[in-house]
C-alpha cells in the first residue's frame, strides 16, 4: 500500500505539541510578511523555517515531498522570467553577447526573481508542514471553539480528510493504467490532454459518489438540525502555546509598526 503523503503524520515533536490555531497564525503570519516586507532576507529566513518544520514533522527525503518535480521548475520559471524581463538596475550579464549584447540580466531583476519565487516556495513548504503537523480533527476543533460554525469545520475536516484518500486512489488509477500499458511519457500537448482526462475522469467518479455517500450519510444522522452541538475532544492551549502566541503577537505588532511607518 502507497504511504499517504498529503495526511497528517503523528509525531511528539515541538510542532506536533503546538496548538493548531497558534501555528495557523504564525504561517498566516510569515505569508503576509513575505508581501508586507518583501526582502531577500526575510524570504532567506522564512524558507529556513520552513525547512526546520518540516524537518520536525518527520520529513527525511524529498521522495516523500508529492509535487516536488512540479513545484521546483514552477519557482525556477518565475526566478528565470523575472531576470530576463526586467529592465530596472544594472545589467549583470548578458547572455547573449553578439549584436550588441542582447538578453540583459540585471540585479533588480535577480533580486525580484528571487523575491517571487523564494516567496511562492516558502509558503508552499510552511503549508506543508501544517498539514503534516496537524491532526484535522484537532485544527477543526480549535477552530470551532474560537467561533468558527460547525458547519464549515466539518467542511474543514473532511477536505483534509478526503486528499490523502484521492492521493492514494490516484496512484491507484495510474498504477492501473501503466499495467495496461498506458505512456505517460507523450510529449504531445494533446496526448498530454487525453492522458489527463483519463486519470482524473475515475477520481471525479469517485469523488462523487464518495460525496454522495456523505451527504447521506450526514442526513441520517440529522446532521445540521441544531444550531450548536457539543465535542468529545478539546483542544486546550498549554504554556508553551500561550509562550508561542505571545511571540505572535508581539511579531504581528512589529509587522504593522514596521509597515506603518513606512518600511
Known sequence: ???????????????????????????????????VAPTGALVAVTLAVALLALWATGLRSWR??????????????????????RREGEVVVRLWPFGGGA????????AVGWLISGRFLAIILLSYALLLS????????????????????FMLVTA???M????LEGNTVYDAQLARGV?????????????????LLPLLVSALGKVDALAVSMEGRGFGQYPDRTFLRE?????????AAAWLALAAVALVVWWVSGG
Open 235 to 243: 483542544v486546550r492551549m498549554s504554556r508553551r502555546d500561550w509562550w
Open 134 to 153: 496537524t491532526e484535522p480533527n484537532d485544527l477543526a476543533y480549535a477552530l470551532m471553539a474560537a467561533g468558527l460554525p460547525y458547519r464549515y469545520g
Open 183 to 199: 505512456r505517460y511519457d507523450a510529449r504531445s500537448p494533446l496526448r498530454l490532454l487525453t492522458l489527463l482526462r483519463r486519470l
Open 160 to 162: 483534509l480528510r478526503l
Open 64 to 85: 516523500e515531498f508529492p509535487g516536488l518535480r512540479l513545484l521546483l521548475p514552477t519557482c525556477a520559471l518565475l526566478f528565470v522570467l523575472q531576470a530576463l524581463f
Open 164 to 167: 490523502p484518500i484521492f492521493e
Open 103 to 110: 538578453l540583459p540580466v540585471t540585479d533588480a531583476g535577480l
Open 1 to 35: 500500500m502507497a504511504r499517504q503523503r498529503l495526511a497528517y503524520r503523528p509525531g511528539r515533536s515541538w510542532l506536533h505539541r503546538l496548538h493548531p490555531l497558534v501555528k495557523l497564525g504564525w504561517l498566516a503570519l510569515l505569508s503576509l510578511a513575505l508581501f
